[in-house]
């Protein structure tokens, strides 16, 4: 016979509190969207039907709410449960079906192929093509490319390259 002592939640650790069982553990880049509308990508961890836990790299508060929008588009939203270094756990405002947030075959009927998440930004970047620089404004961007404006227009698939503050040129098309 085996015995054991029933632990009520409020004894447990912050990220050891959980309503059920959690998905195997998931390594995946998603967008996190904090309270004041910035955006920022985060790192999901361990992911359940009522919850999350994800590595962030900004500074957040329990109690805050977010937005979590993953690969395939879809997002949820939830109240940041518990922080602990650069790790959060986030308690959706509803149960979602794992497999609906994260297979990689249900795609948002908006896209058509999976996308690396696009944080939105407001920069300026020096686009070289043919020799000549141009200022570009950036607009969106993501591990896969980015959205410029430019003075002139450019012929979709001409080879350039891309600077951005405090990185190095990166080629593109």
């Not at 979602?96 to 075959?105: E, F, G, I, K, R």
Request: hydrophobic share 40%; proline share 6%.
């Amino acid at each position: 016979m085996f015995f054991f002592k029933r632990r009520r939640m409020a004894d447990l650790p912050g990220h050891e509190r959980r309503r059920s069982i959690r998905h195997a553990t998931v390594i995946q880049v998603a967008k996190i969207r904090l309270e004041e509308n910035r955006e920022e990508l985060c790192l999901l961890r361990d992911v359940s039907p009522e919850g999350l836990k994800a590595e962030v790299y900004v500074r957040t508060e329990c109690g805050k709410h977010v937005e979590i929008e993953v690969q395939t588009g879809h997002r949820i939203g939830g109240r940041i449960a518990w922080v602990t270094g650069k790790e959060i756990g986030v308690s959706f405002d509803e149960p979602m079906p794992m497999s609906a947030m994260l297979a990689h075959c249900s795609f948002d009927s908006r896209l058509s192929k999976l996308r690396p998440p696009r944080l939105e930004v407001d920069m300026y970047g020096l686009l070289r093509t043919d020799g000549s620089d141009v200022v570009v404004r950036v607009r969106n961007i993501s591990q896969a490319g980015l959205q410029i404006a430019a003075p002139e227009p450019f012929h979709i698939g001409t080879a350039c390259a891309i600077t951005l503050p405090g990185l190095a040129p990166r080629a593109a098309t």
